[in-house]
């Protein structure tokens, strides 16, 4: 996922949001608390894979031990 995916994930899930009425109920903002909390740690996963298979590949590249 690249960083303009996620800011465009996190800004639909906003958008979502706004639909609410106004006085918002607490149980509203806390999903899209939990939302915008998913959406973040799915950003860092796919970040971390990509840097590790990078890693791995320099690593195989210059015939590195693991």
Do not use: C
């Not at 303009?4 to 994930?9: G, T």
């Not at 949001?17 to 806390?30: D, Q």
């Not at 950003?43 to 210059?62: D, G, P, S």
């Amino acid at each position: 996922m690249t960083p303009e995916r996620f800011q465009a994930d996190l800004a639909s899930a906003a958008l979502r949001m706004s639909r609410s009425t106004p006085g918002v109920k607490l149980e509203t903002i806390h999903d899209a608390m939990i939302i915008g909390a998913d959406l973040g740690m799915a950003y860092v996963m796919e970040f971390w894979r990509e840097k590790h298979a990078e890693l791995n590949a320099q690593r195989q590249k210059t015939n590195l031990p693991q």
